[in-house]
């Protein structure tokens, strides 16, 4: 079965600053796809960014990119220029590809980032 | 409406009692989702639906039930609501099963007392 892993649980960061947040996964799998979900107050689930593994090129999204490292599987979270609005809680996710039943989301635990003004 | 509604927002629910969480997507998504969230364990799926007339379970299907009687709506019934299904449960979609994004729902606080 597959598995995700945040390590860290809390992290934070100074406004304006850059951090990264860290994803392992453990799958036995060559085709599927990963995610960087965050979840504000509000309690709705913001996909963030998303990475397919055949793609070697690290996805980006504004001031969001991610370190894919496929061989190691690890897929981080690079905020630059943190905000004060950037101060929730986030979630990576796996999904396999093709070949299955279902193409649920596993997701880690979760890591809430703290922006310090 | 746009997207995928949940409904209650909230509710708080004496144990034994039966209880139906409503989800439903207008955007014609074939796959459909219901989670939950709790503290310290992310979010586990509970039962998918990948089209119409068909459903199968997920990693915590006990004490869940599901529906899909057409494509926009996915109710997740508890037919004897117990404290530990105690949570946040989230609806989700996408366009097919094999499709990489999925939606969420704004989620369903649940307290069974």
């Known amino acids: 079965a597959q598995t995700v892993t945040q390590s860290q649980p809390e992290m934070s960061v100074q406004e304006a600053e850059t951090v990264t947040l860290s994803c392992t996964y453990d799958?036995?799998?060559?085709?599927?796809?990963l995610f960087w979900y965050k979840q504000p107050p509000s309690r709705q689930m913001i996909l963030v960014i998303r990475?397919?593994?055949?793609?070697?090129q690290n996805a980006t999204e504004n001031r969001f990119s991610v370190n894919f490292q496929k061989a190691a599987k690890s897929f981080s979270l690079k905020i630059s220029d943190s905000q004060l609005g950037d101060a929730v809680m986030y979630f990576c996710?796996?999904?396999?590809?093709?070949?299955?039943?279902?193409?649920?989301?596993?997701f880690g635990k979760g890591t809430l980032l703290t922006v310090n003004p | 409406i746009a997207g995928i509604t949940q409904a209650p927002t909230s509710q708080i629910l004496a144990a034994g009692r039966r209880m139906t969480l409503r989800c439903t997507q207008d955007m014609r998504h074939n796959a459909m989702y219901w989670y939950r969230q709790d503290l310290g364990l992310g979010l586990r799926l509970i039962h998918y639906?990948?089209?119409?007339?068909?459903?199968g379970k997920g990693e915590v299907p006990d004490g869940y039930s599901v529906s899909r009687a057409n494509t926009d709506d996915f109710p997740l019934t508890l037919a004897s609501a117990v404290p530990s299904q105690t949570s946040v449960y989230f609806c989700?979609?996408?366009?097919?099963?094999?499709?990489?994004?999925?939606?969420f729902g704004p989620g369903t606080r649940l307290t069974v007392l």
């Open positions: 990475q397919e593994a055949y793609k070697q």
């Open positions: 639906s990948n089209t119409a007339g068909t459903t």
């Open positions: 996710a796996y999904r396999r590809g093709s070949g299955g039943s279902n193409y649920k989301l596993t």
């Open positions: 799958t036995s799998e060559s085709d599927y796809y």
């Open positions: 989700a979609s996408r366009m097919d099963r094999e499709a990489p994004q999925q939606f």
